[in-house]
């Protein structure tokens, strides 16, 4: 890219022309023209703002998300501990659900009845 001098001056006066025509891409040709700078800030009073309010929802977004990942960690951290519990408690009353399963007996050790 470089200065619009070196493009020669029939380049830069459409440029700017261009420039005012499309005032929604101001904000990426404006470090490209340095001889209508001037003109820019008149055509594109927005301009600035828009830097200032792009930049504010930048740092939003990066505050999001940060919030995102620490949430995620967190539940990652959850999610280990939770199953590591699962894993301490089977290891340790596993032996209850073996017995359960391995033991013959009559299934319907209770029966309802109506008095």
């Known amino acids: 890219t470089g200065s619009l001098s070196a ?3 029939s380049q830069s ?3 700017c ?4 025509r499309q005032a929604s891409d101001c904000w990426q040709l404006q470090s490209l023209c340095e001889t209508c700078e001037d003109y820019l800030l008149k055509e594109c009073p927005s301009v600035q703002q828009l830097h200032s309010e792009m930049e504010e929802m930048y740092m939003l977004l990066n505050a999001s998300r940060q919030q995102y990942d620490d949430r995620l ?3 990652q951290r959850h999610t280990a501990d939770t199953q590591r519990w699962f ?3 089977d290891d340790k009353y596993g032996w209850v659900s073996q017995l359960s399963s391995s033991t013959v007996g ?3 050790i209770f029966s309802v009845i109506t008095v």
Do not use: E
Request: net charge positive.
């Open 13 to 15: 006066r459409y440029l």
């Open 87 to 89: 894993s301490n408690m």
């Open 106 to 108: 009559p299934r319907d």
């Open 7 to 9: 493009l020669g001056q």
């Open 73 to 75: 960690q967190l539940v």
């Open 17 to 20: 022309r261009q420039l005012r």
